[in-house]
Structures are given as C-alpha cells and as structure tokens.
C-alpha cells in the first residue's frame, strides 16, 4: 500500500474513532470536568502523523509524532501509555480508507489508482 498516495486520509474530524478513544477513555474523563478539551493537540498529532508519512511508513510516522509532540501537550502522556492502542487504531482507519479509496478506483474503471 503507498503511504504517500494516503498522506491526507486522516481527516480532522472531532468525532474519529481515535479522538473518542482519547477523550472516552476513563482515565481522560477529568477532562470534561475541567471544560478541557483536547481537540487541538489531537489535530496538531494527525497533521504530524500526516507529514511523517511523506518520510516514513505509518508506524515510525505516529512514534514520531508522539516522540516530538510538546511536552505541554496534555494529551502526550496518554498517547505514550496507549502507543500500541492508538497505533493499531490508526492502521485500521489507514487501511479501511485505503480499500475505499481502491474500490472507488475499481468502479470508476481506472485500471491503476497509484
């Protein structure tokens, strides 16, 4: 699978599977609490993972991002403790996109979608 053809698959949506996942998950639930919402510092990981992906494959892209996130970041602690979870998540949503995205191509008839 090109991971340059899919650099920008990951879209901001504020309800992604990976940003319930962050802001659901019990230990996160003070968030709410605290009328803290970490909406930014999840768009500010995707658009990392997003450029890495220009260099990298997709698991060295989210390392990175996560590696080079600011320390200030309140959600960087978590995404550190869940690496292999959030990971996991996004080579799912990676690859759903990419099935999509070639079965588009297929129905459309091109005989190449690279």
């Not at 802001?23 to 768009?43: G, T």
């Not at 320390?71 to 869940?82: A, M, N, S, T």
Request: proline share 4%; net charge negative.
């Amino acid at each position: 699978m090109p991971e340059k053809l899919f650099n920008m698959l990951f879209e901001l949506e504020r309800r992604s599977r990976l940003f319930e996942f962050i802001v659901e998950n019990e230990e996160n639930r003070k968030w709410k609490e605290l009328n803290y919402s970490p909406e930014r510092e999840y768009h500010w990981f995707i658009e990392k993972v997003n450029s890495n992906l220009k260099k990298f494959k997709i698991e060295g892209s989210v390392v990175l991002a996560i590696e080079y996130m600011p320390e200030y970041f309140v959600i960087k602690p978590f995404l550190r403790e869940h690496q292999t979870e959030i990971l996991y998540m996004i080579i799912s949503e990676y690859k759903e996109r990419a099935y999509e995205f070639y079965d588009k191509c297929k129905s459309l008839g091109l005989a190449t979608c690279v």
